[in-house]
């Protein structure tokens, strides 16, 4: 008999520190059989339901994470950058919460729609908009849309059927020192003008000039996975001077600025993460300085969490296939699931926990390295973790903080269709999406 066999009590106390708060959601604990649950759900009856790979996202989670955005800043406008997660129940939840919803495609738009969300509360955006997108985004009636090149301006002009509000996308050459594939706020990069530029200058006269545009704002974007606010304090100043050139000179008072999204969000046990109470405050001030220095009348904040809202929402399950001990080498316990469902780790070499989920194991640990079943060396799960030297094949393993762009970067590579998504709430899962079938892929190979 066991020491927990004879003190039941002790359990939670134990167990508790292998879930860090941080990464996990909110109503993440261990049952009476020692089992992880997640909005009240076993993660192993999930698994055994619904098989794996499998994405679980946490309704309540999703909804709390929007809820600590309008708290801290109840004055802007919070809109959920889609492109991290779109389904018509995460469309749903955000948009009741208060949220608008940033799309950037006509896919992602069409969701959105068929969620019910109000066009007026629509944003586009995107570097390469087809001249399709932009005449399905006007004919729906969405708020505003990001312009991002002299193209845009044109076809957007020609194809509004009534006056359209957009925004000017510029880029305030603030380099936040990220992986190169995600700093969008400096000058060499696709996105928007550089700040001051002739190209700049040119993209506001013609806009201006257009009797069919409204030049309601500006817009940028600093990156991804930022957690020192003053980046945000610096962008508030630099366009907030912009903005006061422009009413100078064309006598136009721009109401909104859009700050973008990139908040960090922690993807492992110590990882940095952004503080909203201090972006709050930062950007508060910048605001008061800049519009004071300025003589600028205070604009509408927008805000364009994404990552912030689902990541830590999302935990993803997988089988283990076979561990393979290697002599002189690592130790790799093989999943079925891969870079398919998570292709984060070889994009940008992104780093995550894993646990055993249908046990909570007691006795030693090795490193080992979960890697994926497909076709690829690269095909890493999560490297250099700690899990039970007992783990054995057919056990459940899962990795928290995976919300965000999991599904949207999916794929079908080597033929295998993508995971489905299992909302949790209160004791109750439900299926988003259904997991993609070989029948799914012949029905658009049309011979």
Same mark, same amino acid.
């Given at each position: 008999?066991?020491?927990?066999?004879?003190?039941?009590?002790?359990?939670?106390?134990?167990?508790?520190?292998?879930?860090?708060?941080?990464?996990?959601?909110?109503?993440?604990?261990?049952?009476?059989?020692?089992?992880?649950?997640?909005? #009240?759900?076993?993660?192993?009856?999930?698994?055994?339901?619904?098989?794996?790979?499998?994405?679980?996202?946490?309704?309540?989670?999703?909804?709390?994470?929007?809820?600590?955005?309008?708290?801290?800043?109840?004055?802007?406008?919070?809109?959920?950058?889609?492109?991290?997660?779109?389904?018509?129940?995460?469309?749903?939840?955000?948009?009741?919460?208060?949220?608008?919803?940033?799309?950037?495609?006509?896919?992602?738009?069409?969701?959105?729609?068929?969620?019910?969300?109000?066009?007026?509360?629509?944003?586009?955006?995107?570097?390469?908009?087809?001249?399709?997108?932009?005449?399905?985004?006007?004919? $729906?009636?969405?708020?505003?849309?990001?312009?991002?090149?002299?193209?845009?301006?044109? &076809?957007? $002009?020609?194809?509004?059927?009534?006056?359209?509000?957009?925004?000017?996308?510029?880029?305030?050459?603030?380099?936040? /020192?990220?992986?190169?594939?995600?700093?969008?706020?400096?000058?060499?990069?696709?996105?928007?003008?550089?700040?001051?530029?002739? *190209? $700049?200058?040119?993209?506001?006269?013609?806009?201006?000039?257009?009797? +069919?545009?409204?030049?309601?704002?500006?817009?940028? /974007?600093?990156?991804?996975?930022?957690?020192?606010?003053?980046?945000?304090?610096?962008?508030?100043?630099?366009?907030?001077?912009?903005?006061?050139?422009?009413?100078?000179?064309?006598?136009?008072?721009?109401?909104?600025?859009?700050?973008? #999204? !990139?908040?960090?969000?922690?993807?492992?046990? #110590?990882?940095?993460?952004?503080?909203?109470?201090?972006?709050?405050?930062?950007?508060?001030?910048?605001?008061?300085?800049?519009?004071? &220095?300025?003589?600028?009348?205070?604009?509408?904040?927008?805000?364009?969490?994404?990552?912030?809202?689902?990541?830590?929402?999302?935990?993803?399950?997988?089988?283990?296939?076979?561990?393979? /001990?290697?002599?002189? #080498?690592?130790?790799?316990?093989?999943?079925?699931?891969? +870079?398919?469902?998570?292709?984060?780790?070889?994009?940008?070499?992104?780093?995550?926990?894993?646990?055993?989920?249908?046990?909570?194991?007691?006795?030693? /640990? +090795?490193?080992?390295?979960? *890697?994926?079943?497909?076709?690829?060396?690269?095909?890493?799960?999560?490297?250099?973790?700690?899990?039970?030297?007992?783990?054995?094949?057919?056990?459940?393993?899962?990795?928290?903080?995976?919300?965000?762009?999991?599904?949207?970067?999916?794929?079908?590579?080597?033929?295998?269709?993508?995971?489905?998504?299992?909302?949790?709430?209160? !004791?109750?899962?439900?299926?988003?999406?259904?997991?993609?079938?070989?029948?799914? +892929?012949?029905?658009?190979?049309? !011979?």
């Amino acid at each position: 008999m066991t020491l927990l066999e004879i003190f039941p009590s002790l359990r939670s106390g134990m167990m508790s520190p292998r879930l860090d708060a941080t990464v996990w959601p909110c109503e993440t604990h261990y049952d009476d059989l020692s089992r992880i649950t997640v909005g #009240g759900v076993a993660l192993a009856d999930i698994a055994d339901q619904y098989g794996t790979p499998t994405y679980v996202l946490d309704e309540t989670e999703v909804r709390r994470r929007c809820q600590l955005y309008r708290k801290y800043f109840r004055d802007a406008e919070i809109i959920y950058a889609a492109k991290a997660l779109l389904t018509k129940s995460v469309a749903s939840w955000v948009s009741q919460e208060g949220l608008s919803v940033d799309v950037c495609s006509a896919g992602e738009l069409a969701v959105a729609l068929a969620a019910g969300v109000d066009p007026a509360r629509i944003v586009l955006h995107g570097s390469g908009k087809p001249f399709s997108e932009l005449e399905a985004a006007v004919n $729906a009636g969405v708020g505003r849309i990001v312009i991002d090149s002299l193209t845009e301006v044109t &076809l957007l $002009a020609a194809v509004a059927p009534r006056r359209q509000q957009v925004l000017l996308r510029l880029s305030p050459d603030i380099d936040v /020192h990220g992986h190169p594939a995600v700093r969008t706020g400096v000058i060499d990069q696709k996105f928007g003008f550089p700040l001051g530029s002739a *190209a $700049a200058i040119e993209a506001i006269d013609r806009v201006i000039r257009q009797p +069919m545009l409204e030049l309601v704002g500006f817009h940028c /974007h600093l990156g991804s996975q930022i957690h020192d606010p003053d980046y945000y304090g610096e962008a508030v100043r630099r366009l907030i001077a912009e903005m006061a050139r422009v009413e100078r000179e064309y006598g136009i008072t721009l109401p909104q600025l859009d700050l973008g #999204g !990139g908040h960090a969000v922690a993807y492992r046990c #110590g990882d940095s993460e952004m503080n909203l109470a201090e972006l709050a405050d930062i950007v508060e001030d910048a605001l008061d300085a800049a519009c004071a &220095l300025n003589h600028f009348a205070r604009p509408r904040i927008s805000l364009e969490p994404g990552r912030a809202i689902v990541a830590r929402a999302g935990v993803t399950l997988y089988r283990v296939m076979t561990v393979k /001990h290697i002599e002189g #080498g690592r130790t790799f316990v093989i999943a079925d699931g891969g +870079m398919n469902d998570n292709p984060r780790v070889a994009l940008y070499g992104a780093r995550y926990e894993a646990v055993v989920a249908n046990r909570h194991p007691t006795g030693p /640990h +090795m490193t080992a390295t979960v *890697a994926g079943r497909y076709c690829e060396a690269g095909d890493i799960l999560a490297a250099d973790v700690s899990l039970p030297a007992d783990l054995r094949p057919g056990e459940v393993l899962a990795i928290p903080c995976t919300g965000a762009y999991h599904h949207s970067l999916a794929s079908s590579y080597n033929g295998v269709g993508r995971p489905p998504i299992i909302s949790v709430r209160d !004791g109750r899962c439900s299926e988003l999406v259904r997991r993609e079938t070989p029948a799914d +892929m012949l029905v658009r190979d049309l !011979g």
